[in-house]
């Protein structure tokens, strides 16, 4: 974890925090995410962060809890789920993971824009299928979690599932110092870009996996709209795609398919660091 990222603790009173500012560009399509917001503005700056909501109470965490471990206990034996661990046992897939581990044993895990559990159905999936992740293969580590609408039920449901909810909204720039898997399915392409960004260095991208949009696809819309602006807000997505491998991920006809449309697993192999400024640059 950068230096910079704290977790939070689960409050002992209700105190608001008036002092800090949400600013986090928010996940999802425009046109099939209605359960994430948007903030167009590409932010830099890392901020303080804490539920601005200030009431909560045991009945509402209750429920729930109750419902994310029916959404994981459902998810656990859908084809959808089968399928996608399937693909993360395969050969091609196992060799990436154990290149990113390379001398370390445990790879955290970092969710960005998870959006709100509480209140809409793809995010309960999502996480449900995080946590299922940690749950089967033992080299995930740790798993810290950031979303700037994160409520104080949501905040303490996640605590108690053992996710770390973090202090700090990063802006999605978090150092991959250690190896580090990046879930994010279906956040904006300017929170992949400022990810990309802060790791633009050999030895940082190839410590990084990515759960999130297919770079493939962000490729293909830029070439057919020809938007400079669009290109611009894309630009280290477009860049490393010549250093990256893609897998997409199967999604079925069921739940599964609003929750994890249009994601692929991304892996990150640049040579030298010339490579990565010319191709920047060009």
């Given amino acids: 974890m950068s230096s910079s990222a704290k977790i939070l603790c689960p409050p002992k009173n209700s105190a608001p925090a008036d002092d800090w500012t949400v600013v986090l560009p928010r996940r999802g399509k425009r046109n099939c995410s209605s359960h994430k917001f948007v903030i167009p503005a590409k932010k830099k700056e890392k901020q303080p962060w804490a539920p601005i909501d200030v009431e909560t109470d045991t009945k509402r965490e209750s429920k729930l809890m109750q419902k994310m471990q029916n959404y994981i206990q459902k998810l656990e034996n859908t084809d959808f789920c089968l399928t996608f661990f399937d693909q993360m046992q395969s050969p091609e897939m196992t060799s990436r993971f154990l290149k990113a581990l390379g001398s370390e044993e445990k790879m955290q895990m970092v969710i960005y824009g998870i959006g709100s559990i509480e209140s809409f159905e793809p995010p309960r999936l999502q996480l449900s299928l995080a946590l299922l992740m940690k749950r089967k293969f033992d080299w995930i580590g740790a798993i810290e979690i950031f979303d700037p609408i994160i409520s104080l039920t949501e905040f303490k449901v996640l605590t108690s599932l053992g996710c770390s909810v973090l202090s700090i909204n990063e ?69 490393v795609r010549r250093f990256t491998e893609e897998f997409r991920v199967n999604t079925f006809s069921d739940d599964s398919f609003r929750a994890f449309h249009g994601s692929s697993w991304h892996f990150f192999n640049p040579v030298t660091e010339a490579e990565l400024h010319l191709a920047n640059d060009s």
Wanted: proline share 3%.
């Fill in 171 to 239: 802006q999605g720039r978090r150092l991959a110092q250690k190896p580090t898997m990046f879930f994010m399915p279906h956040c904006e392409a300017e929170l992949y870009d400022n990810l990309l960004e802060a790791n633009w260095r050999v030895d940082r991208l190839k410590r990084l996996l990515l759960l999130g949009n297919s770079f493939s696809a962000y490729e293909q819309h830029v070439s057919i709209c020809k938007s400079l602006d669009v290109a611009k807000t894309r630009k280290h997505i477009l860049s």
